[in-house]
């Protein structure tokens, strides 16, 4: 659970994780292009790992994080508002 009294602190690290899915996203997408280019001759499963461990990391670290920070956030609005 993410506690903080600053809603800038959340909304700052909500942009850091954005740019990070971002960086995460754009690697992916430049692995694709290579593997459909085949820029690799030897190793069929190399881009194939790679990518599958990038989008791990979006779905195990990232997303999570991501929805501590909506969580954080929900709650300082609520308080917020009460």
Do not use: G
């Not at 692995?31 to 790992?49: F, P, R, V």
Request: hydrophobic content about 40%; aromatic content about 4%.
């Amino acid at each position: 659970m993410i506690t903080c009294d600053n809603p800038l602190d959340i909304a700052n690290d909500q942009m850091l994780v954005m740019e990070l899915r971002s960086k995460i996203h754009d690697a992916i997408v430049y692995a694709h292009k290579l593997q459909s280019s085949e820029a690799i001759a030897n190793s069929d499963s190399l881009l194939d790992d790679y990518i599958q461990k990038l989008d791990d990391t979006i779905a195990n670290v990232i997303h999570p994080f991501e929805r501590m920070l909506d969580e954080a956030e929900s709650r300082k609005n609520d308080r917020t508002a009460a």
